[in-house]
């Protein structure tokens, strides 16, 4: 088989080839199998959640990014490989999701390949870099820890084995960091950082319901944030959906997610 140069692409999917497309076009991908071999092909992460809210954990981590990519020369200088990788952790609907497609959203609008992990992206990223080798890429790995029963092997080599490569950021999330293995966690040259992720501040929650509930006074919007502490940003717009587009008493529907967010702590 002739070594791989450049994508092959039928509009679409972009696969390895001796010969056509030079490069991808910046997007978020997954591998998978077609018959020419592997290749990369687009998904898309925007949700209707999806909006810039006043979050510090995703400006901590969108600054520490940007740094890096402009720390190559002294990466080389110092004879180091070029990679970084960062953990989100923290409970389920605290924002993590909402980061990761945030900061993906923004790096391919800087000229970089998102690429979420699945089962072929060990053999699929070596790939990427031999017909790339200068591209930024992002390597997206959500709840860590599922994925990691089925590919801990390939996980490991990926960040610090023999399939490691560089010029990429690993960027992994999990509702569980206390279940994670002490090989992941303990091993700076697998996840340099872990960054907890909270539920979403009275901040965050007046921004988020500012722009939903829009014909909501000040006054009351700032209710709605004292009364929904703890609340994830998946249960902000439930309130919102069944109070203003159903009209659903608010105190009843309060107590309902209330409910639902104590009978989950309590499993």
Not at 218 to 226: L, Q, S, T, Y
Request: glycine share 6%; proline share 7%.
């Amino acid at each position: 088989m002739t070594e791989p140069r450049q994508w092959g692409c039928n509009g679409e999917a972009y696969w390895a080839t001796g010969s056509t497309a030079a490069e991808v076009k910046p997007g978020v991908y997954q591998f998978a199998h077609q018959p020419n071999g592997i290749a990369l092909t687009p998904i898309d992460l925007v949700t209707d959640d999806l909006m810039e809210l006043p979050d510090p954990t995703c400006a901590e981590v969108l600054a520490g990014i940007e740094k890096f990519w402009q720390m190559e020369e002294r990466y080389r200088k110092h004879k180091l490989l070029y990679k970084r990788s960062i953990g989100l952790w923290g409970p389920p609907g605290s924002g993590k999701t909402a980061t990761i497609s945030l900061l993906a959203q923004r790096f391919v609008a800087c000229g970089g390949l998102a690429i979420l992990f699945n089962g072929i992206a060990p053999d699929g990223l070596p790939v990427v870099r031999s017909i790339e080798p200068k591209r930024r890429v992002l390597c997206i790995m959500e709840e860590l820890d599922d994925l990691l029963v089925s590919y801990e092997d390939e996980i490991l080599s990926l960040l610090d084995g023999e399939t490691q490569i560089d010029n990429i950021v690993y960027l992994a999330t999990t509702n569980y960091f206390d279940k994670l293995p002490a090989t992941i966690v303990n091993r700076p040259s697998r996840f340099d950082e872990w960054i907890e992720v909270p539920m979403p501040s009275p901040a965050c929650r007046t921004a988020y319901l500012s722009k939903i509930a829009r014909e909501l006074p000040e006054d009351r919007i700032a209710c709605w944030v004292r009364d929904t502490e703890g609340f994830s940003i998946a249960h902000l717009k439930e309130l919102a959906v069944a109070v203003l587009c159903l009209d659903s008493p608010y105190d009843s529907v309060l107590k309902r997610l209330k409910d639902m967010i104590g009978a989950k702590t309590e499993e």
